[in-house]
């Protein structure tokens, strides 16, 4: 029952640095996402991808690139990390991007950038 | 724009206490609404929706009912327990999904 699943749960970066957050779901949804989580301020689309082979902008994408590499995957890239940038990342994913279909999460990863 | 309006936390309340946190939405159309948990150091976890006017989403004990002469869809729990604290985020989709801030709750013994 692993359903979302992100990789690391926990990271520091300096300044400057670039990683990949990970997300793969066993659940063979359509549609994934990735949100920032941040203090007051609710939870914050990021990027999306309805499908496989597309992605789109959300809410907050500055920074931030994304690569749906297969219908199970879609990873969160810093290529320059910020200390804006610390937050908690939350992947998604749903059956279809439809109005009534709710969202699965993932439990998180934690990013500081120093 | 489509929002969401939670009532600031936390709430504290002892255990068997009623519950009421209260969510209010602006939104063109006809949005489907949620009510999501996240438990310490966990993800979002789907409490309960509705997707119509007057549809009432229940789980857990826990029910909200979908006012569209209101624009509400607050949460409300009879008897809360310790293990119910937790943050509570409202939310509705109609093009994408928008949450609230989320509201705190924690439920003494």
């Known amino acids: 029952n692993a359903g979302v699943t992100q990789t690391p749960k926990f990271q520091v970066l300096k300044t400057g640095q670039s990683m990949t957050l990970q997300c793969a779901q066993d659940?063979?949804?359509?549609?994934m996402y990735w949100y920032r989580q941040d203090p007051g301020m609710g939870l914050r689309l990021i990027y999306y991808?309805?499908?496989?082979?597309?992605?789109d902008k959300g809410e907050v994408p500055n920074g931030y690139n994304v690569s749906r590499l297969n219908k199970r995957e879609f990873s969160l890239r810093l290529e320059s990390a910020a200390p804006s940038q610390t937050s908690v990342y939350f992947c998604?994913?749903?059956?279809?991007?439809?109005?009534?279909?709710?969202?699965?999460f993932g439990d998180g990863t934690r990013l500081s950038i120093l | 724009g489509n929002s969401v309006t939670q009532m600031e936390g936390p709430v504290t309340l002892s255990e068997e206490a009623f519950l009421t946190i209260n969510c209010t939405y602006t939104?063109?159309?006809?949005?489907?609404l949620f009510w999501y948990v996240q438990y310490p150091g966990e993800g979002l976890q789907l409490l309960l929706k509705a997707t119509k006017a007057d549809d009432k989403g229940s789980n857990k004990g826990f029910e909200a009912t979908y006012r569209k002469e209101t624009t509400s869809f607050h949460l409300e729990k009879g008897s809360v327990q310790v293990s119910d604290s937790a943050v509570y985020f409202c939310?509705?989709?109609?093009?994408?999904?928008?949450f609230g801030t989320g509201t705190r709750l924690q439920v003494f013994p």
């Open positions: 659940m063979n949804h359509n549609s």
């Open positions: 939104a063109t159309g006809y949005p489907s």
């Open positions: 991808s309805a499908s496989e082979g597309t992605t």
């Open positions: 998604a994913s749903s059956r279809t991007g439809e109005y009534d279909q709710p969202q699965h």
């Open positions: 939310a509705l989709i109609s093009d994408k999904l928008i």
